[in-house]
């Protein structure tokens, strides 16, 4: 058997047991996910374990996150295709390339220059052109290409992000990690003129943003 056909067999076992298998139904999310070479995003020495589902050390004390916690945060986004997303938090670019295979354009803010810069060239690597990688601080967001349809977050707040919420367009969406109470949920905020509107996904563990 071949490198690709062990890949796409593994990444569509990935997708049967630990996404779908957990009640994650969006089709074009399975695609992406079963599509999107997962061993690409981490560490050489972790690849026999990239399709596991469970976070992993990608260096500088960041992780990629399990295949089932980017599948709900990615449905929770009810992508359609022809949207702008921006991303706070582009890591090891994974979660960027699943988006990229649903959205129009993405946008995404690493505030560590060496991880920028690897996340760049696997998208290029793999032939990903509508991902934007910018180094900076990810609480200012990404104001040249703002309003954006939705924004991910990736790491986990416990303080104001009012920049980066400021950046969301009306009637858009927001996934991000929360801490409350020393305890991490994952919530999508939907912004509807002057009113907010919070759902809680799922208990989750980020590493936390640094503000």
């Given at each position: 058997?071949?490198?690709?056909?062990?890949?796409?067999?593994?990444?569509?076992?990935?997708?049967?047991?630990?996404?779908?298998?957990?009640?994650?139904?969006?089709?074009?999310?399975?695609?992406?996910?079963?599509?999107?070479?997962?061993?690409?995003?981490?560490?050489?020495?972790?690849?026999?374990?990239?399709?596991?589902?469970?976070?992993?050390?990608?260096?500088?004390?960041?992780?990629?996150?399990?295949?089932?916690?980017?599948?709900k945060m990615t449905s929770a986004l009810e992508l359609k295709g022809d949207e702008t997303i921006l991303e706070i938090g582009t890591g090891s670019g994974y979660q960027a390339a699943i988006l990229s295979k649903l959205c129009k354009r993405v946008f995404s803010v690493e505030r560590i220059p060496e991880l920028a810069r690897k996340?760049?060239?696997?998208?290029?690597?793999?032939?990903?052109?509508?991902v934007s990688v910018k180094i900076d601080h990810g609480l200012w967001g990404w104001k040249e290409f703002a309003p954006f349809d939705h924004i991910m977050i990736t790491a986990s707040v416990s303080s104001n992000i009012e920049p980066i919420f400021s950046q969301l367009k009306d009637g858009g969406r927001l996934v991000a990690p929360f801490e409350r109470r020393k305890k991490q949920s994952l919530f999508l905020i939907e912004k509807c003129g002057e009113n907010i509107k919070e759902t809680r996904i799922c208990d989750c563990s980020f590493v936390p943003f640094i503000s």
């Open positions: 058997m071949s490198l690709r056909s062990q890949r796409v067999m593994s990444a569509r076992k990935m997708v049967e047991q630990y996404v779908a298998g957990k009640g994650v139904d969006c089709p074009r999310v399975l695609k992406a996910m079963e599509e999107v070479p997962r061993e690409l995003f981490v560490p050489e020495i972790l690849r026999e374990r990239a399709y596991s589902d469970h976070p992993l050390p990608i260096g500088y004390d960041q992780t990629i996150s399990q295949p089932y916690v980017v599948a996340a760049r060239s696997r998208l290029e690597a793999y032939g990903i052109h509508n």
